[in-house]
């Protein structure tokens, strides 16, 4: 995209996550501005998308931290389980303190599902930390 085509839009963020991003972004990338470490952060998530696979079988496991007092999320994050029994292989709980816990679930399957369970956890609101590392099995694993 040429320079000329930028669009410009503002956004929203707690004044102590923007401190800890700044920090990040001295230490690690020097004189780079805010608007080019966003820029790169959208990049990174395009090719993680465009690394999925759907119509392979993968395997992976899903971390999320979450504080299980947020409204009706623990029954949210169950119903959603319950419907992806064939792709959970195994659920670990562990109770980090009086408000969060860290879920790790094994999962195996057709990309599509795994990523759709994924998508599904992931983006509930009081998820605050999650992630999916993922990898398939075809070329790897199967041989
Ligand atoms: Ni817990």
Redesign the pocket.
Known sequence: MAETDLTRFSIAVPENLLKQFDELNERAHGNRNRSEAVRDLIRQALVADELRAPDADVIGSLTMIYD?HTGDLTRRLDDIQHDYTAEIVSTM???LDHHN?LEILAVKGKGARVYELADKLLSLKGVDHGALTCAATESSLDR
């Open positions: 299980h709980h562990v109770h816990c």
